[in-house]
Each structure stands twice: as structure tokens, then as C-alpha cells.
């Protein structure tokens, strides 16, 4: 029998990390360009010099959508 436990932070940190990596993923696919400047990964990624305006979400955008 397989208990299941509640997410801890490791499991809220690597959800984080793969759902960022599928959005670099996503953007590389529809990249015009071979490469990804480091302007679109920043853009991406939701870092750079105005992060103030618009913080990043803290929770996996797949684990908002768990209701």
C-alpha cells in the first residue's frame, strides 16, 4: 500500500523548477530565432530589473489549478 503525504517544500520547489523549465521549453519551440536571447529567458522566466511590478507567483501555476 502507497501512502500518500502531504506536498512538502522540496515537492512545491521541484514542481516550480519544472513547470519553468516547460516554459522555456515552450518559448524555445516557438522562438523564431536558434537561440533564446538572454532578454527572452529573463521575459520568461518572469525576472529582470522591473520585478517589483509584477511579482512571481509563488505556487506551480499546475498545483492552483488542483482545486
Same mark, same amino acid.
Given at each position: 500500500?502507497? %501512502?500518500? $503525504?502531504?506536498?512538502? +517544500? #522540496?515537492?512545491?520547489? +521541484?514542481?516550480? /523548477?519544472?513547470?519553468?523549465?516547460?516554459?522555456?521549453?515552450?518559448?524555445? !519551440?516557438? !522562438?523564431?530565432?536558434?537561440?533564446? $536571447? $538572454?532578454?527572452?529567458?529573463?521575459? *520568461?522566466?518572469? *525576472?529582470? %530589473?522591473? %520585478?517589483? +511590478? /509584477?511579482? !512571481?507567483? %509563488?505556487?506551480?501555476? #499546475? +498545483?492552483?489549478?488542483?482545486?
Amino acid at each position: 500500500m502507497v %501512502t500518500l $503525504s502531504a506536498p512538502n +517544500a #522540496q515537492d512545491c520547489v +521541484a514542481l516550480a /523548477e519544472i513547470e519553468l523549465c516547460g516554459e522555456l521549453m515552450i518559448a524555445a !519551440a516557438d !522562438a523564431i530565432e536558434d537561440r533564446l $536571447s $538572454s532578454d527572452r529567458i529573463d521575459e *520568461v522566466l518572469n *525576472v529582470g %530589473t522591473d %520585478t517589483a +511590478a /509584477e511579482p !512571481a507567483p %509563488t505556487i506551480p501555476r #499546475q +498545483a492552483r489549478h488542483r482545486g
